[in-house]
């Protein structure tokens, strides 16, 4: 009879406890923290404002796009941003960087960064300085959209006469003598050199009063005694040059300063070209 008692004991102790847990399971008891099996169990979960999803069994705080604010609409790897894509921004903010909509530009340089260099920032655009000349200040024009001082000239036939244009100014003509340049150890005018005489020449003619020391140089090679008559032979072709193209013979001096006064001293082949020359200067 004990036995059968106990055995009736044991059925019932059983009972009780698959009647617990159904009771625990019919309850809806939460697997812990982030885990999930539905929205409901990230609702419960104590302290939680954000109103987190549930998404792969894990509390997130997007699944899709409808689960976001208005200010951070799109859903991304389960977070909330305000784009992904410049399609995601409105027309004032067109671009999407960081997951935010930013403004074509703030500073200048921002338009250099969008590839559109040499306009400005204005009203967080790029925008050129100007279309017209109607877009700039008084005594401003507008040229290759950017505004710049207004021209007093746009040649020397807009300047009086004896003035030529010169970055939008008329200002007086001044002679701009150039130098020329001789083969080694040779005093012959080259023939490249000729043209460059002859602007000489017509910029002497109209400065008739002028006074031109034509100077001669030598490159380091060779005796010191030797360059000083070599540059004088070169100044004094240079000189009659001048002279056969009508300057006035008195306007002309020559010195030779051999290879005392070199430009560059590199004992290069381009180098030594350029130390060999005459050099024609106003005294």
Known sequence: MKMKSSKINRLLLAGEVLFAVSVLVGSGCRPPFPKCRDDGDCKAEEGNTTLLKCCNQQCQECCQDADCPAERKKCKENRCVECIVNEDCPAEKPFCENEKCTYECEIASDCDRRGKAGMICRDHKCQWECETDADCQANMECKDHHCVP??????????????????????????????????????????????????????????????????????????????????????KAARDYLIKLGINKGQLNTISYGESRPVCNQETEDCWQQNRRAEFVEK
């Open 150 to 235: 207004k021209c007093a000239c746009q040649s020397d036939a807009d300047c009086p006469e004896g003035l030529s244009c010169e970055d939008c100014n008329c200002i007086k003509k001044e002679c701009r003598l150039e130098a020329i340049y001789f083969d080694f150890d040779k005093y012959n005018i080259r023939s490249d050199a000729q043209p460059v005489l002859d602007k000489n020449a017509e910029c002497l003619k109209k400065s008739p009063g002028k006074r031109i020391t034509v100077e001669g140089h030598c490159d380091e090679r060779g005796t010191e005694e030797y360059n000083i008559a070599l540059g004088e032979r070169r100044a």
